[in-house]
């Protein structure tokens, strides 16, 4: 497995890759970092510079999740379905997993989301659309809201 840090708007991420994919994002810096040498991770690195800026609306790096219950794991792929700029509630998220009573699992995947940003945790909202939990810290979560929703209205209307 392979780490690096990269400096963002909501702080160091660091980021592991394996010899096929993504395996990882962590908010904060790990300590077995260091240089983006392998090229899947140099490409990781550079699909998140792209959507942080604004310039990526769809990461097309490999992901996997090496842990997690099956429940888990179809809430991580569910998702990766969320468009870009857009919110679901954790109930819809159950729902669509196939376990309706499931929304506050739903919110228990999230937090144990492995792959944050990439795998968009983010687009989760409570009920109304009342801004709940969030692994990285709400004002995180606020500003990934904000960046997609500002870059989906500069795409709708250029």
């Known amino acids: 497995m392979f780490w690096t840090v990269l400096d963002t708007p909501i702080g160091e991420l660091s980021v592991a890759v394996d010899d096929t994919a993504v395996c990882g994002v962590h908010f904060g810096r790990v300590e077995s ?25 769809e990461f097309t790096v490999p992901v996997v999740a090496r842990r997690g ?16 700029g857009e919110t679901v509630t954790y109930g819809e998220v159950a729902k669509a997993v196939g376990d309706p ?20 945790c983010h687009r989760i909202v409570g009920a109304g659309g009342k801004l709940v939990g969030f692994g990285g810290g709400l004002p995180r979560k606020v500003h990934l809201l904000e960046l997609e929703a500002r870059v989906a209205l500069q795409r709708a209307w250029s």
């Open 69 to 84: 219950s099956e429940f888990e794991r179809a809430v991580w792929r569910e998702m990766t379905r969320i468009p870009y």
């Open 101 to 120: 009573g499931a929304a506050r699992a739903v919110g228990v995947a999230c937090n144990r989301n492995p792959i944050p940003v990439i795998v968009p």
């Open 33 to 57: 970092a260091g240089p983006a040498r392998d090229e899947l991770l140099r490409r990781t690195v550079a699909e998140l510079d792209a959507y942080f800026a604004g310039e990526l609306v």
